[in-house]
């Protein structure tokens, strides 16, 4: 008897007319005791507008890697002066503690949402 599987693939979607998207992630490395994020900035068209790889040490767990990833990649795509209304991140317990604390939203007006790894390889290949 055969099984079938099924692999669900999950495709970046543009954000609205005239928006913004940010794309983050972070791995950790342990035997080097850092971790290391990605972010990719793109518009409603899907064009590529800016891009980051950036190392950081320190020790960190999952959870708070990811976080400081995420506040750290939304400080620098504000940097640019554009309104940042969508962020995506593949951290599913960071984004579901983002979204039920107000309090720790990390920036006035953006939202976070969660995506499968499969729609954020962009930002966890400049991670």
């Not at 991140?89 to 579901?96: E, G, K």
Request: charged share 15%.
């Amino acid at each position: 008897m055969h099984s079938l599987v099924v692999k669900r693939e999950h495709k970046w979607k543009p954000p609205t007319i005239n928006n913004f998207k940010l794309n983050v992630d972070a791995t950790l490395n342990s035997s080097t005791n850092s971790i290391r994020m990605g972010a990719i900035l793109r518009d409603y068209k899907g064009y590529d507008l800016a891009a980051l790889s950036k190392k950081i040490v320190g020790n960190y767990m999952p959870q708070i890697a990811e976080m400081k990833a995420l506040v750290l990649n939304i400080l620098w795509a504000c940097d640019f002066g554009l309104t940042l209304p969508e962020v995506e991140s593949d951290a599913l317990a960071v984004v579901q503690s983002l979204q039920n604390t107000r309090q720790s939203q990390p920036m006035s007006g953006v939202l976070v949402y969660h995506v499968y790894h499969s729609s954020n390889m962009a930002a966890h290949g400049l991670a």
